[in-house]
């Protein structure tokens, strides 16, 4: 009798739970994404569990990178590398310890992402993993409920466990130090990376191109979440997002009046009515603020976000991780790394623009809430984007549409 390897035995082992793993996979990148801001000494709780993942992945024999795949990893890489090398020479302000911590990170944060994006696509995990995230998502917006109600009860419902690696001081969950007026931010460190998150998730809810179905009632939660944070930027995101998904729907003559439809509107409008108060302090004036020029927020996510780049070194930047923390990417990479890198981003978002418009449109839009291009929630942002932003095997339709219509043109001939 021939003797099994041990090597063979595992991946019969791993094929047979391969059921398991997708779920372990999933279900930590799914929780991945709602504790970036959760610190653990110098690395967020995300980049260990990106550890976890990047194992898990190899150990069950799924990890793989494709051979076209590598050609986008050098460019990538080689921009940053060579940013770095002629920063040392030309930039006597340039640490190179700082610099070469952010080039591990960068390429950590790509062996990750393109780890897992090879393992849903092969895997054709797309809705099961959207599903996941869905449901984290749900979950975060009840967490952040119960802790909002739990600060209004002043005391009287434990709460700050929660909060034991992110940030607890009054500035992170009341408008404007008045306490009357509590804004929702869940387990995240700021209600506007709430609202981030769950802009991202309604998202690919609505403008995935692989033919994912989420239950209406998640990105409803959602909504009404992203209401309950009071943030500026983040509702403003929600309701573009809204408004194209609405106008997208009825162009398509998809868009059919129910039931749901109308309890989901009234309880809007209802939630609307009860925190009118809230609303017209943290949103009406708040645009009044803006509009008049004594809220400088928006100018400072558009305009002041430039104002670090050096002019004398426009071409290399500052440097990888040597500009101070913008909310604007675009801004960011700019400064950080030159004008190459820069046009490299720009060129991205236009074709993410031309493949999957109102996809492209909220990445481009979410670039100047958040800022952190090195941070694991834009890794994840860019993953999610790569495995929804286009149809399942498009070019192959496209073909397989051509030879049948072919056929068809010679059978008719005959």
Same mark, same amino acid.
């Given at each position: 009798?021939?003797?099994?390897?041990?090597?063979?035995?595992?991946?019969?082992?791993?094929?047979?739970?391969? %059921?398991v793993?997708?779920n372990?996979?999933?279900?930590l990148m799914?929780?991945?994404?709602?504790?970036?801001?959760?610190?653990?000494?110098?690395?967020?709780?995300?980049d260990?569990?990106?550890a976890?993942?990047?194992?898990?992945?190899?150990?069950?024999?799924?990890?793989? &990178? /494709?051979r076209? %795949?590598?050609?986008?990893?050098?460019?990538?890489?080689?921009?940053?590398?060579?940013?770095?090398?002629?920063?040392? !020479?030309?930039?006597e302000?340039?640490?190179?310890?700082?610099?070469?911590?952010a080039?591990?990170?960068?390429? !950590?944060?790509?062996?990750?992402?393109?780890?897992?994006?090879?393992?849903?696509?092969?895997?054709?995990?797309?809705? %099961?993993?959207?599903?996941?995230?869905?449901?984290?998502?749900?979950?975060?917006?009840?967490?952040? &409920?119960?802790?909002?109600?739990?600060?209004? +009860?002043?005391?009287?419902?434990? !709460?700050?466990?929660?909060?034991?690696?992110?940030?607890?001081?009054?500035?992170?969950?009341?408008?404007?130090?008045?306490?009357? #007026?509590?804004?929702?931010?869940?387990?995240?460190?700021?209600?506007a990376?709430?609202?981030?998150?769950?802009?991202?998730?309604?998202?690919?809810n609505?403008?995935?191109?692989?033919?994912?179905?989420?239950? /209406?009632?998640? +990105?409803?939660?959602?909504?009404l979440?992203?209401?309950?944070?009071?943030?500026?930027?983040a509702?403003?995101?929600? #309701?573009?997002i809204?408004?194209?998904?609405?106008?997208?729907?009825?162009?398509?003559k998809k868009f059919?009046?129910? /039931?749901?439809?109308t309890?989901?509107i009234?309880?809007?409008?209802?939630?609307?009515?009860?925190?009118?108060?809230?609303?017209d302090?943290?949103?009406?004036?708040?645009?009044?603020?803006?509009?008049?020029?004594?809220?400088? +927020?928006?100018?400072?996510?558009?305009?002041?976000?430039?104002?670090?780049?050096n +002019?004398?070194?426009?071409?290399?930047g500052?440097?990888?991780?040597?500009?101070?923390?913008v909310?604007?990417i675009?801004?960011?990479?700019?400064?950080?790394?030159?004008?190459?890198?820069?046009?490299?981003?720009?060129l991205?978002?236009?074709?993410?623009?031309?493949?999957?418009?109102?996809?492209?449109?909220?990445f481009?839009v979410?670039?100047?809430?958040?800022?952190?291009?090195l941070?694991?929630?834009?890794?994840?942002?860019?993953?999610?984007?790569?495995i929804?932003?286009?149809?399942?095997?498009?070019?192959?339709?496209?073909?397989n549409?051509?030879?049948i219509?072919?056929?068809?043109?010679?059978?008719? %001939?005959?």
């Amino acid at each position: 009798m021939k003797e099994v390897s041990v090597l063979t035995k595992w991946l019969e082992f791993n094929k047979k739970n391969s %059921q398991v793993w997708s779920n372990v996979i999933l279900f930590l990148m799914s929780v991945s994404f709602v504790v970036t801001d959760w610190m653990i000494g110098i690395f967020t709780l995300s980049d260990y569990i990106f550890a976890l993942v990047g194992i898990s992945l190899f150990i069950s024999g799924n990890y793989m &990178i /494709k051979r076209k %795949q590598i050609l986008w990893i050098l460019l990538l890489l080689g921009v940053i590398a060579a940013n770095i090398v002629m920063n040392v !020479y030309s930039n006597e302000a340039f640490v190179l310890k700082t610099g070469m911590a952010a080039f591990i990170r960068v390429s !950590y944060y790509v062996a990750l992402v393109i780890g897992v994006y090879n393992y849903v696509k092969d895997q054709k995990l797309e809705a %099961q993993f959207l599903k996941m995230i869905n449901i984290v998502a749900v979950i975060i917006c009840f967490v952040g &409920i119960y802790i909002t109600i739990a600060l209004y +009860s002043e005391g009287q419902l434990p !709460y700050e466990f929660f909060w034991r690696f992110t940030r607890t001081d009054l500035a992170s969950y009341v408008f404007k130090e008045n306490i009357a #007026l509590i804004r929702t931010r869940s387990i995240f460190s700021e209600p506007a990376y709430l609202g981030y998150f769950l802009n991202i998730i309604l998202t690919m809810n609505y403008f995935n191109k692989v033919d994912v179905k989420i239950n /209406k009632g998640f +990105s409803v939660i959602i909504s009404l979440t992203l209401l309950l944070t009071f943030s500026y930027s983040a509702i403003g995101i929600m #309701l573009i997002i809204q408004f194209s998904n609405l106008v997208y729907k009825i162009r398509l003559k998809k868009f059919i009046w129910t /039931k749901k439809i109308t309890i989901y509107i009234l309880l809007i409008v209802g939630i609307i009515i009860f925190s009118w108060n809230f609303i017209d302090e943290t949103l009406i004036k708040r645009t009044t603020s803006i509009l008049s020029g004594e809220d400088i +927020s928006a100018y400072n996510r558009i305009i002041s976000s430039w104002s670090h780049i050096n +002019s004398e070194h426009i071409f290399l930047g500052n440097g990888i991780e040597h500009t101070p923390n913008v909310w604007n990417i675009y801004a960011y990479i700019l400064s950080d790394l030159g004008l190459i890198a820069f046009i490299l981003s720009c060129l991205f978002s236009l074709y993410l623009l031309l493949v999957n418009f109102r996809l492209g449109m909220i990445f481009v839009v979410l670039n100047f809430q958040k800022g952190g291009y090195l941070s694991p929630a834009f890794s994840i942002l860019l993953l999610l984007i790569f495995i929804y932003m286009k149809e399942k095997n498009q070019l192959g339709y496209s073909l397989n549409s051509k030879a049948i219509n072919s056929n068809r043109d010679i059978q008719s %001939q005959n």
